[in-house]
């Protein structure tokens, strides 16, 4: 999805005890995915918020498929 939009995004993996510490404070809690855009962070994956969030973001729409 972030692909498909040209979204420039960087993929963490939370192997080690600093990364979890990052996650700590990024999200507030020890879950997956995270997703932060600007000040907002979305924890889980709800493709729908996903959405609506790079909507407002201003990042480009995904063509709808005919």
Known sequence: MLAQRK???QEVEVETEASFDELQ???GSMSVP???????????YEPATYQRLLDEAGFPK???RK
């Open 7 to 9: 979204v420039p995004f």
């Open 62 to 64: 995904l063509a709808e």
């Open 25 to 27: 404070k990024v999200s």
């Open 34 to 44: 995270v997703l932060t855009i600007g000040k907002v962070v979305q924890k889980g």
